[in-house]
């Protein structure tokens, strides 16, 4: 498959998922149109803006490229009225799943923009990060949330392993392999993290005795 075209299908996945998100969260607090949109758009490219701004890729992609704001509005609208219709379920709640795949998949596509504007690995690792976690944290600011990333959750966690094991095997395989590797790396440790209530340690003064 040509890199080219994956990345752009990849790309309309993560920007459907995320403001996917978006709406969820809006629906979990009882907000109006107006408070959904705006969810699902810093859901799908506030991560994105904030690496780009970074690495100096201005104006950023959505500014450039109004595909991202035709496929943003439509996904809220058709979100809107599915969840008409909708009863999460009691353990895995959707919103946690449709975050995960999103964070898969942009953390990844930032990482290899990243070195496409010939970055070190390390920073490319970082940028991938930002790409995949900001945008989720500007939704759950924006709502009564914790962000995930400043919970015990293994969420930033699970992007920074799947990110770096990108930038390891993209040496060895073809690079449409490894974006899906570490795509798979980072979704399968955030669902696994979602359903077992996997939580990293957590930093507190020691108790007084």
Avoid: C, H
Avoid at 170 to 199: H, K
Wanted: charge should be neutral.
């Amino acid at each position: 498959m040509n890199l080219e075209f994956f990345q752009q299908i990849l790309t309309i996945v993560a920007t459907v998922t995320l403001a996917f998100s978006g709406v969820l969260q809006a629906a979990r607090y009882q907000m109006d149109f107006f408070g959904a949109l705006v969810l699902a758009f810093v859901s799908a490219v506030g991560g994105g803006t904030l690496r780009d701004l970074l690495i100096g890729a201005t104006p950023v992609f959505w500014a450039v490229d109004p595909s991202y704001i035709q496929i943003i509005i439509p996904t809220t609208v058709l979100s809107i009225l599915a969840l008409r219709f909708y009863t999460p379920p009691p353990k895995l709640y959707l919103v946690d799943v449709a975050d995960a795949a999103g964070l898969a998949l942009f953390a990844i596509l930032g990482a290899q923009k990243a070195l496409s504007y010939q970055l070190i690995e390390p920073v490319a690792v970082i940028m991938g990060v930002i790409t995949g976690i900001a945008g989720g944290m500007i939704r759950d600011v924006l709502t009564p949330t914790t962000p995930f990333v400043m919970r015990s959750e293994m969420y930033a966690l699970a992007a920074i392993i799947g990110v770096v094991v990108y930038t390891l095997v993209r040496s060895y395989i073809p690079e449409t392999a490894a974006m899906i590797t570490g795509m798979l790396a980072i979704f399968s440790l955030r669902v696994a993290a979602i359903y077992w209530q996997i939580q990293v340690p957590i930093i507190k003064f020691k108790d007084k005795t």
